[in-house]
């Protein structure tokens, strides 16, 4: 599974902050109307660029049936997906868009983009006997209009024959609370983030998380929060909010990003649920 790494999370608002006020001046020198129109619309279609992720289509092959597949595949991004609204789950773009959860059309083989590619050999009879015993009858060939719920039940069962550590499981039930809120299934959707709690808990215990712990209480919070445990989620921010992110590995100025970035986040929950104990 893909983690989330160092990668300078700066905030596009600061950009868009700066550029607003230059816009404003410019906008008021522009006495026609039209003139004035055409610029706003070009300047729109260059902040839905900046900010925008792109996907295209590529050839990917199955690697248990050999089956060439059409899959969506990143033609770019930015850092600005760190800022999206997921962000509080702890789950980050691709990881939130449907293409990114590939589905073979012969086998049904189902995993998350770039790991679909990357299984095992060893794995694959157990892969082939797995899918055998679901039944596909009803999917449709296009993986894109099989509801994520579905295809997240069989790249669960995919990942669990490919073996994968805690960290990659409470990613994954992360990422499955997200996409089954969106589909309304609340208690599925409830089920996968009380999962996601036990094994970010569990992996607090692990001498090697010493360092992250600020970002394990602040997913443990996060997933306390979105099954209703708002009193638990706000003790485990306020422990977050006292630590530092600490790795020996990553350079001080990525730390010191990172560990802003982590600030930010538990300062918008803390606030959020401080005002709502208020106004209750
Ligand atoms: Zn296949």
Not at 157 to 176: A, L, N, P
Not at 244 to 255: A, I, W
């Amino acid at each position: 599974m893909q983690t989330f790494y160092l990668q300078s999370p700066r905030s596009p608002f600061c950009l868009v902050d700066s550029a607003a006020s230059a816009i404003l001046v410019f906008l008021r020198s522009l006495r026609n109307m039209k003139f004035r129109i055409l610029f706003l619309f070009i300047i729109g279609s260059f902040f839905c660029q900046i900010f925008a992720t792109t996907w295209g289509l590529g050839d990917i092959t199955c690697p248990i049936c050999d089956t060439v597949n059409s899959f969506y595949v990143v033609f770019s991004y930015g850092s600005y997906i760190y800022q999206w609204e997921s962000k509080y789950q702890f789950v980050f773009w691709p990881m939130t868009d449907p293409q990114s959860l590939y589905c073979c059309k012969n086998c049904r083989f189902t995993c998350f983009m770039g790991e679909f590619e990357a299984v095992p050999e060893d794995k694959h009879e157990k892969i082939r006997s797995t899918l055998d015993s679901l039944d596909f009858s009803d999917w449709p060939e296009d993986y894109l209009q099989i509801p994520m719920s579905d295809r997240l039940m069989v790249a669960e069962k995919m990942y669990t024959v490919i073996g994968q550590d805690d960290e990659s499981w409470c990613h994954f039930y992360r990422i499955k609370g997200y996409h089954l809120q969106a589909e309304e299934k609340l208690d599925e959707a409830k089920a996968a983030r009380l999962h996601a709690l036990e094994l970010v808990q569990k992996m607090m215990e692990y001498k090697i998380n010493k360092g992250r712990l600020k970002e394990l209480y602040l997913i443990s919070g996060a997933m306390k929060y979105y099954t209703d445990d708002k009193e638990g989620a706000l003790q485990d921010f306020k422990k977050a909010q006292k630590l530092t992110f600490k790795n020996d590995k990553v350079d001080e100025v990525q730390l010191k990003q990172y560990n802003d970035y982590l600030n930010g986040l538990l300062e918008d929950y803390v606030t959020k649920i401080e005002i709502s104990a208020l106004s209750a």
